[in-house]
């Protein structure tokens, strides 16, 4: 592949990238929402991570989700914007941990933390990730081997945030006899 086509190439996947960033939690609905509004609302550009191409969540899986705890029960048969920012979230952490493990996750993360401080949270750790992997491929104008070169380096990476962040989980989990956690 020649410069300018590496050149192009890598100027629409910095546009794809910062096309995949994630809207803020004004963006969720603030009234409630019936399931096959949530199914489509979660399909929206922006709003879930994964392939595009295929639904992230069906009506079973975010029943499921309510069922293993990984989700609050809605109020009737309407989910509010915090059942949307819950089921955001999932669609990135069940990218990178088991479903028991995002459960461990939430119940950690939510026993400190509100709805709204921790969808914010994730959604400006997510957006400065792609921020920093759209810089990481600025001088991508250097030929193939380059190229191959930074797909094994985000492979690397993503393996190494991954086994990183599980390592993290188990270690926030770990109690000592009296049920307190370890430091």
């Known amino acids: 592949m020649d410069t300018d086509a590496i050149s192009t190439k890598r100027k629409e996947l910095q546009r794809r990238l910062n096309g995949q960033k994630l ?17 489509l609302f979660l399909k929206e550009p922006n709003m879930c991570i994964g392939n595009q191409d295929e639904d992230n969540f069906t009506r079973s899986m975010i029943n499921n989700y309510i ?44 026993d400190v933390i509100n709805p709204f401080s921790a969808f914010t949270r994730y959604q400006r750790s997510l957006n400065t990730a792609f921020d920093e992997v759209i810089e990481d491929i600025d001088g991508w ?3 193939d081997i380059f190229v191959s070169k930074m797909i094994i380096r985000f492979a690397a990476k993503s393996y190494a945030y991954k086994f990183l962040a599980n390592e993290l989980l188990k270690m926030y989990k770990k109690t000592d006899e009296n049920g307190t956690k370890e430091k």
Do not use: N
């Open 141 to 143: 104008d250097e030929g």
């Open 23 to 39: 809207k803020d939690w004004d963006s969720l609905p603030d009234f409630g929402l019936y399931m096959e509004q949530v199914l």
């Open 67 to 110: 069922k293993q705890g990984l989700v609050p029960h809605c109020d009737g048969k309407k989910y509010s914007r915090e059942h949307l920012a819950y089921l955001v979230a999932i669609s990135l952490l069940k990218q990178v941990m088991s479903i028991s493990d995002v459960k461990d996750f939430l119940d950690i993360t939510m």
